[in-house]
């Protein structure tokens, strides 16, 4: 049984920083492309970054780009997102996602599990 647990979300100030952890088991870590999605309510869950399985090859959404970085420990099957000079724009439930083939992917549909979600709080 695949597993996505998210964690490190929370209640902070603009222009904060704060990391998201995602720790993957049950399947094969290094088998995965991984990705994280937001969602705030009434609106479609949208793309945030995406990273290859080796970690070498990342993309990012605009609004990510130059003040998020995604990041991978093989090692201990966990992803991570280091957010910073966060804006109240940013709120949302963020979603981790690993998908069955090793490259990144920027559509929803590219991936086949997903974590229960961690809610990020950005006050002005």
């Known amino acids: 049984q695949v597993q996505l647990v998210e964690s490190g979300g929370g209640l902070v100030q603009a222009g904060d920083s704060l990391r998201l952890s995602c720790v993957v088991s049950?399947?094969?870590?290094?088998?995965?492309?991984m990705g994280w999605f937001r969602q705030v309510p009434g609106k479609e869950r949208e793309f945030v970054a995406a990273i290859d399985w080796r970690g070498q090859n990342t993309f990012y959404s605009a609004s990510a780009k130059d003040r998020f970085i995604i990041s991978r420990d093989n090692d201990k099957n966990t992803l991570y997102l280091q957010m910073s000079s966060l804006k109240p724009e940013d709120t949302a439930v963020y979603y981790c996602?690993?998908?069955?083939?090793?490259?990144?992917?920027?559509?929803?549909?590219?991936?086949?599990?997903w974590g229960q979600g961690t809610q990020v709080t950005v006050s002005s």
């Open positions: 049950g399947r094969a870590f290094t088998d995965s492309g």
């Open positions: 996602a690993s998908r069955s083939v090793k490259y990144t992917g920027i559509l929803l549909n590219q991936y086949d599990f």
